[in-house]
């Protein structure tokens, strides 16, 4: 199968450089300035490999496209180029909540006519794939059977790929503990200490546990490495754009517009879901207040710790 990989951000070019034991395309919008220099501007010190192609255009020829777009820009672009799509495996790279639809990236692709969706999720950092250090992800698709060929064809040396049918668990895990990351984040930047943090993690898991399995997830999935794993990750490690989003939160300061902070968009997404279900989510009610600017993190916290007491 051929592939080709949308998007030439950190997180694209490190599949692009990881899966480059085979020849494959990279689309990407500035395509000349990297196809001369060999480099991403999102990812600067690595140098793309000769088995890589550099374009602008979708190829028409690619079986498997691999859509490494931000997922508020997934739904915009679809709408775009989806009569290019048709017939094709399309891997939802996106961690988040279309804000305006409160669908995943899944739902979106699976308008394109004779496509077959599926989304790659799970605990990784763009560097660390880029430099060929092992990554163990999670691979979601609703037909099995298609789901192994996409399992074996994207397949590398130093990225594993475990197989679920379980779309909306691998979704929601991966968009989920982006928001949990930014309030992690939000408690490290306060100063309020790493007990204060792995409370707020703890918690925030059982929200994401409780807001997945209502949508339909298997509570098996959130405790994978699409929810359980890439949570760990991402909330305590300076690397996660969520977290260092929090951290900038916690201190009062501001942070990079042009830096992609998926949770802040999903918060909001999560919560107006969790309200049509009748959930009651304070962890992530909080972070998206505290994203939006309409509460600090004292007074966040104050109100976290004079809930109610109840059993755990």
């Given at each position: 199968?051929?592939?080709?990989?949308?998007?030439?951000?950190?997180?694209?070019?490190?599949?692009?450089?990881?899966?480059?034991?085979?020849?494959?395309?990279?689309?990407?919008?500035?395509?000349?300035?990297?196809?001369?220099?060999?480099?991403?501007?999102?990812?600067?010190?690595?140098?793309?490999?000769?088995?890589?192609?550099?374009?602008?255009?979708?190829?028409?020829?690619?079986?498997?496209?691999?859509?490494?777009?931000?997922?508020?820009?997934?739904?915009?672009?679809?709408?775009?180029?989806?009569?290019?799509?048709?017939?094709?495996?399309?891997?939802?790279?996106?961690?988040?909540?279309?804000?305006?639809?409160?669908?995943?990236?899944?739902?979106?692709?699976?308008?394109?006519?004779?496509?077959t969706p599926a989304v790659l999720t799970g605990p990784s950092f763009?560097?660390?794939?880029?430099?060929?250090?092992?990554?163990?992800?999670?691979?979601?698709?609703?037909?099995?059977?298609?789901?192994?060929?996409?399992?074996?064809?994207?397949?590398?040396?130093?990225?594993?790929?475990?197989?679920?049918?379980?779309?909306?668990?691998?979704?929601?895990?991966?968009?989920?503990?982006?928001?949990?990351?930014?309030?992690?984040?939000?408690?490290?930047?306060?100063?309020l200490g790493h007990s204060a943090r792995a409370a707020l993690m703890?918690?925030?898991?059982?929200?994401?546990?409780?807001?997945?399995?209502?949508?339909?997830?298997?509570?098996?999935?959130?405790?994978?490495?699409?929810?359980?794993?890439?949570?760990?990750?991402?909330?305590?490690?300076?690397?996660?754009?969520?977290?260092?989003?929090?951290?900038?939160?916690?201190?009062?300061?501001?942070?990079?517009?042009?830096?992609?902070?998926?949770?802040?968009?999903?918060?909001?997404?999560?919560?107006?879901?969790?309200?049509?279900?009748?959930?009651?989510?304070?962890?992530?009610?909080?972070?998206?207040?505290?994203?939006?600017?309409?509460?600090?993190?004292?007074?966040?916290?104050?109100?976290?710790?004079?809930?109610?007491?109840?059993?755990?």
């Amino acid at each position: 199968m051929s592939i080709a990989i949308i998007g030439a951000g950190a997180f694209g070019t490190a599949l692009a450089v990881a899966m480059a034991d085979r020849p494959l395309v990279l689309v990407a919008r500035d395509a000349a300035r990297i196809a001369a220099s060999r480099e991403s501007p999102r990812l600067p010190g690595v140098t793309l490999p000769p088995a890589v192609t550099v374009t602008d255009a979708i190829p028409p020829d690619a079986d498997i496209l691999l859509l490494a777009l931000p997922a508020q820009t997934l739904r915009p672009w679809l709408a775009e180029h989806g009569a290019a799509l048709q017939g094709r495996a399309l891997v939802a790279c996106a961690k988040g909540i279309d804000l305006a639809t409160l669908e995943g990236p899944t739902a979106q692709l699976a308008r394109i006519p004779g496509a077959t969706p599926a989304v790659l999720t799970g605990p990784s950092f763009a560097t660390d794939i880029a430099r060929g250090l092992p990554t163990a992800l999670t691979l979601a698709c609703a037909d099995d059977a298609r789901g192994h060929a996409l399992q074996h064809a994207l397949a590398a040396p130093a990225l594993r790929l475990y197989r679920t049918t379980d779309v909306t668990g691998a979704e929601l895990g991966g968009a989920l503990k982006n928001v949990v990351a930014i309030g992690c984040g939000a408690v490290t930047g306060a100063g309020l200490g790493h007990s204060a943090r792995a409370a707020l993690m703890t918690r925030g898991f059982a929200e994401m546990r409780r807001l997945a399995t209502a949508l339909g997830a298997r509570e098996e999935t959130l405790s994978g490495l699409s929810g359980f794993g890439d949570l760990v990750l991402t909330c305590t490690s300076d690397l996660s754009r969520n977290y260092r989003f929090g951290q900038a939160l916690g201190r009062g300061e501001g942070f990079d517009p042009a830096i992609t902070v998926e949770g802040a968009p999903t918060a909001r997404a999560a919560l107006r879901l969790a309200e049509g279900l009748g959930l009651d989510l304070p962890v992530t009610a909080t972070i998206a207040a505290l994203g939006a600017g309409t509460t600090s993190v004292p007074d966040a916290m104050r109100d976290l710790l004079n809930r109610p007491l109840r059993e755990e």
